[in-house]
């Protein structure tokens, strides 16, 4: 039956007991429990949580609770991520200071939190903004700088002009927008502060291996990172320069007829009294400077390039001399800026040497036909009536050269290397012209120096030489400082800051100046997981004997956005550290699951514009917050999926809720024995689900248990069960119904196990097919053997009659308790 209940008085009832008791304060470590740490992506202080910040935290809660149940120590901390652009544009808009405006937001978004009544850490939190946080930020940055991880540099680096920042790679969209502000980003030439995160991508793609990831998360950072294998190969350059090119495929090397060089390439500039074409060459600089990464990479676009007439490089397979372009389609950050161009070989390079009436000279011709071929025919659209003479059409259309051939084959107009096979002559040609067998990257070093206010400054401080020198730790945190006008000009805001000034000289002297730049908002949460395993040590950013008691996370719950900027890049950080001996392991998640996003009623993404936004407040006050997190949990599996927010699906999960407070008026002095077992089946489905992020049917079961017990009765023993397996899904009410029972929390239980025995089923009924087709069912157990089940047909008078029909049975297919399958002659 349906019993209403007060989910108001309820909810801060319980979770003022629960504060007051510490109940989910993570305290000292109790060596006689498994460790569990769980974490969550801490949350930028928007000041107002959505309904997407509840799926990101009160449904791993569940999580969270059913480990707590297994007996473990559970870390399940929260803090704030709160330095930022964001919070700086809002505070701007409203004529505030960014820390008053985040901080106020901080204090309003943990009172949002606490009516989750999730099972958080409180005692384990931190904060990005907190000096007493950001000062390790601070002195990891300076150990870096002293180890050549980090560096200032120049290079091309992506300027918002919305933001009036340098922005990464990572943050700029497909289309080349900023993904903050939506402007159009400009390349620009300046120094920049970087991280050498590329001189652990390696590191990075092979440590990927040993993680329990998603396959598809993996592959999404190795793609990001962008190993390619190959060789570097010199080419002299008819001014007297050698050019390095990087290429996968040194067994084309004969067939390297042109040579393309990035417009940005710096032996461009250097030669151009050489090229005597120059005012042409020069305009396509400027051209291609305005386009952005992926523009320039699109391969449904006309190929455009400029000869540099007056140039020509030296093809040192053959000596022959080859000429040399600018193109945009090669890219000055990827492999050496310069690439031998094989147009017989390569869809790029056929498609430029067409346009501009290069040579084309075919190096590969496969020699049988096999899949290669095959599809390489399809794809010319080639008919043949034989292999021989599919085979010989491909060789003539390779040899004409009316399209790229890129698949396999052996070599030919390759001198000493005809008919070897692409594998063999990778090797013997590199070495052969003096090459070095390599690997090159699309990862390029991460930019954080930020031209903006509110964020942890760099500690660097210049001699008046203008050497850079790191702040010593005894004068951290380096603090941001209070007088400046933070409103973004393109000049960094500390620049105008005296205090800074006055606190550099008094502390290193005259004439010494500080940095003015902050750093990446990223670089704060790439470790924020180890401060809070030891929030309150003042002397080291985390023990090394907390890191072994807690490290690493055993479960990582985020999103799907993060996969090649948070993910990438925290990884990045607790590998430096590890190399630097600060961290004790080499990787910080041992587990990771992406969830998705929780969509409009009407099936869009929420937004304020086309008025669908769910507010999670007003859902908690109208069916409570129990409510709301079981409904979260049960509108499908929980991993990489979206789905939009429907009311009458909320009601329906309030009434499930209803009817679970009011089983007590179906207590029976002794319940059937299917109740018993649906109890057993049910604890054993629900604890299988939980640890697959599977909430949905966990949910589903325990509906299904309710709608027997409704029927049947229950003994008042196994309502008190049923609410331990119902209590991570619904910790209020089930506390609540508790505590009318006993006087110690439902969070302290162990969750229940369930008997083997009474999960078995006693009979099954099973279909039995003659010659694959039904003919009827007989009952027995699901561990009946072979003759026990061809007994009961022969029991059977029709099944007996239709077996009879057929003649001799020549073959039995049983599968015990699933399929009996009769093959009859």
């Not at 001189?199 to 440590?207: E, Q, R, S, V, Y």
């Not at 329906?652 to 002794?670: K, M």
């Amino acid at each position: 039956m349906h019993k209403k209940f007060d989910h108001k008085e309820i909810e801060k009832k319980w979770q003022e007991k629960w504060k007051a008791d510490g109940l989910y304060d993570l305290g000292e470590r109790d060596e006689t429990k498994e460790k569990e740490y769980v974490l969550v992506e801490w949350p930028y202080p928007s000041g107002n949580l959505h309904i997407g910040h509840w799926y990101a935290f009160a449904v791993p809660d569940i999580y969270v609770r059913y480990q707590r149940m297994q007996g473990k120590q559970v870390l399940y901390p929260m803090g704030f991520d709160a330095f930022g652009l964001p919070a700086e544009n809002a505070a701007i808009k409203r004529n505030l200071n960014p820390r008053e405006w985040t901080y106020s937001n901080m204090e309003y978004m943990r009172s949002q939190l606490d009516s989750m009544g999730n099972a958080f850490s409180w005692d384990k939190t931190t904060s990005s903004t907190d000096p007493e946080y950001y000062k390790w930020t601070q002195w990891m940055f300076a150990e870096f700088f002293k180890n050549g991880i980090a560096y200032r540099g120049e290079g091309i680096v992506n300027w918002c002009p919305g933001c009036n920042t340098v922005i990464a790679n990572e943050q700029v969209l497909t289309d080349g927008t900023c993904e903050r502000c939506g402007s159009t980003i400009e390349k620009k030439k300046m120094p920049q502060w970087m991280l050498k995160i590329t001189n652990f991508a390696d590191d990075l793609i092979d440590g990927l291996d040993d993680l329990d990831w998603p396959e598809h998360i993996k592959e999404a950072q190795r793609n990001w990172i962008g190993r390619s294998k190959g060789a570097e190969i010199d080419f002299e350059l008819s001014v007297g320069e050698k050019v390095t090119v990087f290429t996968t495929r040194p067994d084309t090397l004969f067939g390297a007829t042109y040579m393309v060089l990035a417009p940005e390439h710096e032996l461009v500039q250097k030669h151009k009294d050489s090229i005597t074409n120059w005012s042409e060459v020069e305009a396509y600089i400027k051209t291609s400077s305005q386009k952005d990464e992926q523009d320039r990479l699109d391969t449904t676009k006309e190929k455009t390039g400029v000869k540099l007439e007056g140039i020509t490089a030296t093809n040192p397979a053959n000596g022959e001399e080859i000429p040399v372009y600018i193109a945009d389609y090669v890219l000055a950050g990827y492999g050496t800026g310069a690439i031998m161009a094989v147009p017989a070989h390569d869809e790029r390079d056929f498609e430029f040497a067409t346009k501009f009436g290069i040579d084309i000279r075919p190096v590969i011709m496969p020699t049988k036909v096999g899949g290669c071929v095959t599809k390489f025919a399809q794809e010319n659209k080639v008919n043949a009536n034989s292999d021989t003479e599919l085979l010989t059409a491909v060789q003539d259309i390779i040899k004409s050269s009316q399209a790229a051939y890129t698949l396999k084959g052996r070599l030919i107009n390759s001198e000493s290397f005809d008919d070897l096979t692409i594998d063999e002559a990778k090797g013997e040609i590199t070495e052969k012209v003096g090459g070095r067998m390599t690997s090159t990257y699309r990862l390029r070093d991460w930019s954080i120096g930020r031209q903006r206010y509110w964020g942890v400054p760099i500690p660097i401080v210049y001699s008046p030489e203008g050497e850079a020198h790191p702040v010593p730790k005894e004068h951290l945190p380096w603090t941001l400082p209070e007088d400046v006008d933070f409103k973004p000009t393109g000049e960094a805001p500390l620049a105008k800051s005296a205090e800074l000034k006055k606190r550099t000289e008094e502390i290193f002297g005259e004439g010494w100046t500080p940095e003015v730049e902050t750093m990446d908002t990223f670089v704060d949460s790439s470790w924020y997981f180890l401060r809070y395993i030891d929030n309150k040590n003042d002397s080291e950013l985390s023990s090394k004997e907390t890191q072994k008691t807690w490290m690493p996370i055993n479960m990582y719950f985020g999103g799907a956005e993060h996969t090649t900027m948070h993910l990438l890049y925290s990884r990045f950080w607790q590998k430096a550290l590890h190399r630097l001996g600060l961290a004790e392991h080499a990787e910080p998640y041992k587990r990771r699951a992406n969830h998705g996003m929780i969509l409009g009623p009407d099936g869009n993404k929420m937004s304020k514009s086309k008025g669908n936004v769910v507010d999670p407040d007003e859902q908690v006050q109208n069916v409570g917050a129990d409510t709301v997190k079981l409904y979260l949990s049960f509108m499908g599996p929980y991993e990489d999926n979206s789905y939009p927010w429907d009311p009458n699906g909320v009601v329906g999960l309030r009434r499930f809720l209803e009817r679970v407070y009011g089983l007590s008026e179906h207590f029976v002095d002794e319940e059937t024995p299917e109740t018993t077992s649906l109890l057993h089946k049910t604890i054993k489905k629900v604890s299988g689900d939980i640890k697959e992020f599977k909430f949905n049917t966990a949910i589903s079961a325990m509906m299904v248990f309710v709608n027997h017990v409704e029927r049947t009765g229950l003994s008042k023993q196994s309502y008190g069960t049923f609410l331990k397996i119902l209590a991570p899904f619904a910790p209020h009410l089930t506390e609540e119904i508790w505590s009318n029972y006993h006087d110690t929390s439902i969070h302290t239980e162990r969750f229940p196990k369930f008997d083997e025995e009474l999960v078995k089923d006693k009979e099954v009924t099973i279909g039995v097919q003659i010659n694959g087709k039904m003919r009827g069912e007989i009952t027995l157990s699901p561990e009946a053997t072979e003759a026990e089940a061809l007994n009961l047909i022969n029991l059977d008078a029709k099944l007996t009659a239709k077996v009879n029909e057929g003649g001799e049975i020549k073959k039995v297919i049983y599968i015990p308790g699933r399929i009996l399958n009769l093959i009859i002659n």
